[in-house]
Structure formats: structure tokens, C-alpha cells
């Protein structure tokens, strides 16, 4: 059941919609210069705005994740809604990327063909979220980040566990085991810390120890600094900066935490799972559609076309994948008492 609106801090939900729609809107600069119906940007920073955005996300998943473990208190119950909020949408993409994969020459998928027992390893592998965490093929692109979601949902449910029996001697084993499977994901992918500045947020405003001065101000340089830093390959540092933008969306106060309230990103980031997810499948086609009416309509024009028809049509379908999968399909699926 979705909690009411005056429940959920509208400015990380309106964070979730923005992130969301950044990743798209670099993905359709990419794939319009990909066909040929753009030109690619020439700035290097261009292809780190696409996973900064996806850093803000792990934040948003330390922030809530570590929330929702605190107020339920049941690690089964948390692993059973995680499984029920990855997997429709994505076992559905997941079905329909290795059906047609293979048949369509997509990439490396195309080398599947006649290979029944790769074809079911893949199949398991991404099923499984490995790729990402893992030197694996990955069939669905985007779905990378699930592998670290993935990941620290367990570290996080094992904490918790080590946590909650820590008077106990399989308490201590728990959070050491919890902390060597977090030492081992740090050290293969630093990026993963932004789980932690979420955590962070969350520990510090749970104590009432969380404050920021001059929260519009620091709250936009953060934002924009972190950035800066990302780009650099100074993670750490990118990760201090956004600790000031997120704990100023946690307060839900200064000019960013304002401006990211407005209804449509709000409205956005509830749907922002699906479209993160949804967009390519929507977009690849409509690609090829305007690559091969190159030539009888302007250059311009089919960007235009590709532009905004296929920023809009992904909305739509992230909307009705929300509607149809993620609450009907979902519910009727896992039906519980509430």
C-alpha cells in the first residue's frame, strides 16, 4: 500500500523523479548521436551526468532502506517487499530481453543462439543482479545499479540482524560477516559510500543531531560540487558535498529541497523505478523508426521527433508499467493482509 502524500518527504521523492528523468534525457542525447539524427555533445563531463544522477539514487536507498529496516523491525518482511518492488518490473524486461535478445542480434545476446546451457547461466546471472558486481554480461544496461542496490540490501538486513542480537555471540558473527561483505563491495566500487551518506542523513535526523546552516545555499553547492568532484574521480569528496544537498532535502529545506517539491517531479519519482528501467525498451525502437526515415524528412526534424516523442512515450509507459505491474500486477501476485 503506497503511504499517504503528507507522509513521504516530497522533496527526496521529487529527487527520485529528477534523477530518473536525467538518466533519460541523457540516454536519448546518446542514442540520437548514436543513429546518427545528432551530434554528440563534445564535453567530457557529459558522460558522468548519467551515473551521478544514479550516486543520488544510492543515496536515496541508504536514507530509506535503512529507515524501513528501523520501523518494521522484521528482516523476512523487508526481504519479501524488496523482492516484490524489483522483481515485476524487471522479470517482465528481464523475459522480454532474453526472448528477443538472441533472436535480434542485440549485442552480445546474439552469440546465445543455439547455446541452450549459456543461455540459461546468463538468464540466472542477471536474474541475480551479478553483472554490475561481477565481470558479467549485462543484458538489461541500466539494471548495473540493481546489482549494488541488490547488494546492500543484504549487507543492511545482516547489520540489522548482528544489530539487533548484539548480546548475543551470533550477533557479533553477523555484523562482522555484514562488514566484511561491505569492506569487500567498498573496495571493488568506492561510488557505493553514497548508501552510506544516505544511512548517515538518516542515523543524524533520527537523533535530532542533523542541522545545516544556510541549507539554499550550501544545499545548491553540494549538489553542484559533488558533481564537479564526481567527474574528477574525487568520490569521497563528491560524497561530503552530497551530504549537504541530501540532508537539506531530508529537513526539506532551502531552494533545492523547494524546487524539487513541485508536482510533476514528485509525481515523477513515484513512477521512476519503471521509467529508469522502461525508457530504453522505448526508445531503441523509435531510434530505428527515425533512422530509417533518414533522408525523406529533415535531420532536424527526426530529432525533434525522436526528442520529444520518445521523452513523452517513455513517461507514458513508465506511468502505465506503474500502474499495471508495479501496483495491479504486484498486488494481485503477492497478495497479503494489510
Not at 524488496?82 to 549485442?107: A, T
Not at 543524524?204 to 574528477?232: D, K, M, N
Request: one cysteine or more.
Amino acid at each position: 500500500m503506497n503511504p499517504a502524500r503528507s507522509q513521504v518527504n516530497e522533496s527526496i521523492q521529487g529527487l527520485r523523479g529528477a534523477a530518473a528523468l536525467t538518466v533519460m534525457i541523457v540516454h536519448v542525447h546518446f542514442m540520437a548521436a548514436k543513429g546518427g539524427l545528432t551530434t554528440l555533445i563534445d564535453a567530457p563531463w557529459i558522460d558522468h551526468v548519467g551515473p551521478y544522477a544514479v550516486m543520488l539514487f544510492f543515496c536515496i536507498s541508504g536514507y530509506l532502506i535503512i529507515s524501513t529496516l528501523s520501523k518494521h523491525g522484521d528482516v523476512g518482511r523487508f526481504a519479501r517487499n524488496r523482492v516484490i518492488r524489483l522483481y515485476p518490473v524487471f522479470g517482465l524486461l528481464h523475459l522480454v530481453m532474453f526472448s528477443l535478445g538472441p533472436f535480434m542480434n542485440y549485442e552480445w545476446m546474439g552469440e546465445l543462439r543455439g547455446c541452450p546451457l549459456d543461455w540459461a547461466g546468463h538468464f540466472i546471472s542477471n536474474l541475480l543482479f551479478l553483472p554490475g558486481l561481477f565481470d558479467l554480461p549485462i543484458a538489461q544496461k541500466n539494471a548495473w545499479s540493481l546489482s549494488y542496490e541488490a547488494a546492500f540490501y543484504v549487507i543492511a538486513a545482516v547489520l540489522f540482524v548482528g544489530s539487533r542480537r548484539w548480546s548475543l555471540a551470533m550477533g557479533k558473527v553477523w555484523v562482522l560477516l555484514g562488514l566484511v561483505a561491505a569492506s569487500c563491495v567498498l573496495a571493488s566500487e568506492i561510488k557505493v559510500v553514497f548508501f552510506a551518506v544516505g544511512s548517515l542523513v538518516w542515523w543524524l535526523e533520527r537523533h535530532q543531531r542533523l542541522y545545516i546552516p544556510f541549507a539554499s545555499l550550501l544545499g545548491l553547492l553540494g549538489c553542484g560540487a559533488g558533481f564537479v568532484f564526481y567527474y574528477h574521480g574525487h568520490i569521497l569528496l563528491s560524497a561530503v558535498c552530497a551530504f549537504l544537498f541530501f540532508a537539506g532535502l531530508a529537513l526539506q529545506k532551502g531552494w533545492a529541497a523547494m524546487a524539487l517539491r513541485s508536482r510533476f517531479l514528485v509525481w515523477l519519482g513515484q513512477v521512476s523505478y519503471s521509467l529508469y528501467l522502461i525508457h530504453p525498451f522505448v526508445l531503441d525502437p523509435l531510434r530505428r523508426v527515425c533512422v530509417k526515415m533518414m533522408g525523406s524528412l529533415p535531420l532536424g526534424t527526426l530529432h525533434l521527433i525522436f526528442v520529444l516523442v520518445g521523452a513523452s512515450s517513455a513517461i507514458l509507459a513508465a506511468w502505465l508499467s506503474y500502474e499495471l505491474i508495479e501496483v495491479r500486477l504486484t498486488q494481485w501476485l503477492f497478495r497479503r493482509k494489510q
